[in-house]
Structure formats: structure tokens, C-alpha cells
């Protein structure tokens, strides 16, 4: 199965963000496509759980056919709203409620199947014979395609990993954020053929004025002219150089930077440019 480089992150796209009517979503999703962002992802407990069908009446409205995106949805998060009555945050990895939580997501999103399923976080609970269970079944019934894992550490990966097929973890990965690099992480997915995909790629760069986003700032803004690029772009290029081949996951709604963080794909960062970013973000030399 084939996924965009650049994936369109649609947390923000309802009540937890910008609110879009469902005439903008469209717009957006059709501007996505057109840019060559084919990929949305969602999870169940986005806007509380209302995104998902939000977006799926939107993607009616938009005149695209179903075989043109690919849906990537995660379940497993037990959030505390007023649409869902939990006494308290938690996790839920049994057969039955994974399988529920899939058919919810496809009548939402008004379609037959997910392209990924991905669970959402690890449970100290979870029993990989049970995944392993809904997961064979979702597949045999074709309601998803491929299976993945969200924020999962290397011996999670390995205990649900013996039972089954993992395509993909999505992990927090970004400049201000690349532990995965130096915990076994990337290490463990690139010997199991595991395909990342990182939230929050853009890290605290823009969010935060510290001492490490001020170097930052510096050292990108010594290579926007090298590169004939914005500082976004450039620290989107910086986790695409990395051997694993991450698939960022961008949670902008804002058209233009949709369309920079594409182009991003094609910048090639020299090894040494490279390393002097990640200089930058540590404030010391590499051992």
C-alpha cells in the first residue's frame, strides 16, 4: 500500500482547532489531493469523537473518489466527553471493542474500509493474542489493510510484532524531540521493516522561545539561502533525511504551508548541514 510523504494530520480540522464548516473541509481535502497529500489521519477520539464523521460528510461533498485517499484511523484511547461517558481516561485493546471501534470509524467516514488501523497507545493491559485476534478478523473481512502501532517502544513493538504484522508505528519525532533516534527505536523498526510516521514534526521550534529554539532558529536561518527554503521547510527536510523514511504527519490547515511542506520532500540536506542542525538542537558536538 502506498502512502503520501507528507500526511495531512486532521486533529485540528474540527471542534479541537479550527472549527472547519463542512464546505472548507472539502476544499481543503480536495487542495491536499491536488498537492499531492493523498493520506489523512485521523483517530477515534479526534474532536472528541465527532471529527471523523465531520470529515466523512465533507469527503462526500468533495467529488473524490474513495480509491483516490488513504485513511489511516487509530483506536484504543478511552477520552472523557460528553459524547462518550468514561469515568476516567484509559486504554481498551479487547477483541470485541477493537472491532466495534473499526466499524464506527467506516460508517463515519461512510466507507467500506481503513487503509491503516493504527492502536493509539500502549496499554499495560493489552494481550497481543487478543489484537492479534481483531486484527486477522478486521483483515479477512477487508475493513483494513494494513495494521500499525502509535507511540510504541521497541519491546511493545516486539511483543505485538511476533503475533502479527506491524506496517507502521507513528511516533512524536521532530528536531527538539528525536529520542527515537538514540533509544533503539528507528534502530528496531528499520531491522523489522517498520515505517515510521512522525507527529509533531515541527517540535517546539515555533512554540517555544528557549535558548535551543534561539540556536535553531540561527543555524536554519544560515541555510535558508543554501537550500531556497523556509525554516519549516528545512526542519521537515531534516527528519526526511533520515535512513528510516519517515512520512511526516502535518497538522496545518493553512494552504500555503500545505504546499511548502511538499516541496520539502525534494531538498536533500547535505550530511554536514545535517549534522549542524542536529548541533544546533543538542548544543554540543555529537560523541
Not at 161 to 166: A, H, P, T
Request: hydrophobic residues 40%; contains cysteine; glycine residues 6%.
Amino acid at each position: 500500500m502506498i502512502y503520501s510523504r507528507l500526511i495531512a494530520g486532521t486533529m485540528t480540522w474540527g471542534s479541537w482547532g479550527k472549527q472547519l464548516s463542512k464546505k472548507e473541509m472539502a476544499s481543503l481535502i480536495n487542495f491536499c489531493v491536488a498537492n499531492n497529500i493523498t493520506t489523512f489521519d485521523h483517530a477515534d477520539i479526534y474532536g472528541a469523537y465527532t471529527t471523523e464523521a465531520e470529515f466523512g460528510k465533507a469527503f462526500a461533498e468533495s467529488g473524490l473518489k474513495r480509491e483516490d485517499i488513504q485513511l489511516i484511523s487509530k483506536c484504543g484511547i478511552q477520552y472523557q466527553s460528553d459524547n462518550r461517558k468514561n469515568k476516567v481516561k484509559h486504554y481498551n485493546y479487547s477483541k470485541d471493542y477493537i472491532i466495534w471501534s473499526v466499524e464506527e470509524s467506516l460508517k463515519h467516514h461512510d466507507t467500506d474500509y481503513l487503509d491503516m488501523l493504527l492502536l493509539h497507545r500502549p496499554s499495560p493491559l493489552m494481550v497481543a493474542e487478543e489484537i492479534a485476534e481483531a486484527i486477522t478478523i478486521l483483515k479477512k473481512d477487508g475493513k483494513i489493510r494494513d495494521f500499525g502501532v502509535s507511540n510504541f517502544t521497541p519491546s511493545q513493538m516486539d511483543m505485538i510484532g511476533l503475533r502479527m504484522d506491524i506496517d507502521v508505528n507513528q511516533i512524536e519525532f521532530s528536531l527538539t524531540e528525536h529520542t527515537a533516534m538514540h533509544d533503539g527505536t528507528l534502530d528496531f523498526m528499520m531491522t523489522n521493516g517498520i515505517k515510521p510516521m512522525a507527529w509533531s514534526p515541527l517540535g517546539s521550534v515555533f512554540k517555544e522561545d528557549t535558548e535551543q529554539t534561539r540556536r535553531i532558529h540561527k543555524q536554519l536561518g544560515a541555510l535558508k539561502d543554501k537550500y531556497n527554503a523556509t525554516e519549516d521547510q528545512l526542519l521537515l527536510a531534516w527528519i526526511m533525511k533520515h535512513p528510516s523514511g519517515f512520512h511526516p504527519v502535518v497538522g496545518t490547515t493553512t494552504k500555503e504551508r500545505l504546499q511548502q511542506a511538499v516541496a520539502a520532500a525534494k531538498i536533500n540536506l547535505e550530511t554536514e548541514d545535517w549534522f549542524l542542525i542536529l548541533v544546533a538542537a543538542q548544543g554540543h558536538k555529537v560523541p
